[in-house]
């Protein structure tokens, strides 16, 4: 069985301290991504959504399942998932670099094992859009808050 890869980028005006500011706040993601609800399963060590956390998050009739597998301040966020999906071995990360001419570059890989053999592209395909529409939303969004704290300022 082939790994899959899935990658996506996005820019946004708001520097990397408000994109990750909303990487690590889950209650933010339904506002900004195709997440219809967020609970907090368990706390992670040292703090509310430290690594070892677990986002619940549910889209339509999918449940997932996000630990927190690694956190660096303004430059990465990353997990694990597990779901009702026919994927194994899934892990997330999202890079945030200063882009040229100001701003962050948006950088978020998915990469998983299919469960099922032969099923991998499929599952690609079907996953690709749905994190495509999280890494836009989460520019947009990270745009528009760093639009109101400058109106605000």
Do not use: C
Not at 3 to 32: C, F, K, M, N, S
Not at 47 to 54: F, H, I, K, L, T
Not at 129 to 142: D, E, P, Q, T
Request: net charge neutral; glycine share 10%; aromatic share 6%.
């Amino acid at each position: 069985m082939a790994r899959q890869r899935i990658e996506h980028r996005a820019t946004t005006t708001a520097d990397p301290a408000t994109v990750y500011a909303l990487l690590r706040d889950g209650a933010t993601w339904p506002e900004w991504a195709p997440i219809d609800a967020f609970e907090l399963e368990r706390e992670g060590a040292g703090e509310r959504e430290g690594v070892g956390a677990v986002r619940v998050l549910r889209s339509g009739r999918v449940t997932g399942r996000d630990t927190i597998s690694e956190l660096v301040e303004n430059r990465r966020f990353a997990y694990t998932h597990e779901s009702s999906l026919p994927v194994k071995n899934y892990r997330g990360a999202v890079d945030l670099d200063p882009a040229d001419g100001g701003g962050t570059a948006i950088r978020w890989v998915s990469e998983f094992d299919p469960k099922i053999p032969g099923t991998g592209a499929l599952v690609r395909r079907a996953l690709d859009g749905f994190i495509a529409k999280v890494v836009s939303g989460l520019a947009v969004r990270a745009t528009a808050d760093a639009a109101a704290g400058r109106a605000a300022a």
